[in-house]
């Protein structure tokens, strides 16, 4: 009995999603053209405009970014160090990496493969075989590389077998140094010949230039 209900309520809150993933569809239809202007100092101002729920809303935009998947990681990460700081952007953009890693990861679980092909249109990447074996350090690892896109690795990851915490764990410590570097470079990107610009971008070539040398390895296959 009480596993007819949990199926039917399962059935019902599938549906509900379902519909809001519908509505918000509708809406990114209506609004495309604005949606592909949408750009550093738009984010910024539209955040910055909110005044004292500026913050309040900067976490609410990134967790929500795997519904809209336009808005990239980067930009988001950059807006938040040049409004709130390289320390409060870095905290404020790993809440929002965490919520919406979450909300990509429950998504994917819950709604099926059918459902995450349709968003990453065959982007994914091929991870099912070594996830189990290396866990937290192969997502830390996945999350490091900038190649993939973090919202589309995270419906990718929902569809595997790997426990929450792991993933978790491991998408945060993976985007951490990256986040960082972003987050200083927000805050300076009006003062390109401070030494926290220029760090900011020469780690960001590193990263970068590794996590290319790593796909050309072969190292996701």
Request: aromatic share 14%; glycine share 8%.
């Amino acid at each position: 009995m009480k596993d007819k209900k949990c199926i039917k309520w399962r059935f019902v809150i599938k549906i509900v999603v379902i519909c809001l993933l519908i509505i918000q569809l509708c809406y990114l239809i209506k609004h495309r053209t604005a949606l592909q202007g949408i750009n550093k100092e738009y984010l910024e101002n539209f955040i910055k405009s909110q005044g004292a729920l500026s913050k309040f809303i900067f976490v609410v935009l990134f967790a929500l970014k795997p519904l809209i998947i336009v808005i990239p990681s980067m930009i988001m990460t950059i807006v938040g160090g040049s409004l709130f700081g390289p320390l409060q952007g870095l905290l404020l953009s790993l809440i929002g990496f965490f919520l919406s890693g979450t909300l990509a990861f429950f998504l994917a679980r819950f709604l099926g493969e059918s459902f995450v092909d349709r968003i990453v249109k065959g982007k994914g990447i091929k991870i099912d075989k070594i996830i189990n074996k290396n866990g937290i350090s192969i997502i830390a690892l996945i999350r490091f590389v900038p190649v993939f896109h973090y919202d589309i690795v995270s419906y990718t990851l929902g569809l595997t077998k790997i426990k929450y915490k792991d993933y978790i764990i491991g998408s945060i410590l993976g985007v951490f140094i990256e986040t960082a570097a972003y987050a200083y470079l927000g805050e300076n990107i009006f003062n390109p010949h401070s030494p926290q610009f220029i760090l900011s971008i020469v780690i960001i070539v590193i990263i970068g230039a590794l996590g290319w040398f790593l796909v050309k390895r072969g190292s996701f296959k």
